[in-house]
Structure formats: C-alpha cells, structure tokens
C-alpha cells in the first residue's frame, strides 16, 4: 500500500484517499484471517503404546 500510494502525485494524496485506503487494507485483512482462521486445522493423534 505504501508502494501504491508514493507512485502518486502529491497532489492526488488527499486526507479522504489515504483514509479509504487504510480502511480498505484493514477490511482486506480482516477478511483474509477471518477466512484463513475458519478454514485450517490441525488434529494429531499421537500413541506411544509399547508392544
């Protein structure tokens, strides 16, 4: 984002585009934990029974 948003001119850079960009980004990797978190899992069974 920081890339995106030092390509433009400075006169492009208002409060309100910087603003909405952040929130974007946020919202962005909200969502992507919220899916990352809901959709992975781990379960192990581990035996140590001798025989």
Do not use: F
């Amino acid at each position: 984002m920081i890339t995106a948003l030092e390509s433009r001119p400075e006169s492009d850079l208002t409060l309100e585009l910087v603003k909405g960009k952040l929130i974007h980004e946020y919202k962005r990797r909200q969502e992507a934990h919220k899916n990352y978190s809901s959709d992975t899992g781990l379960k192990v069974k581990y035996s140590n029974k001798e025989k």
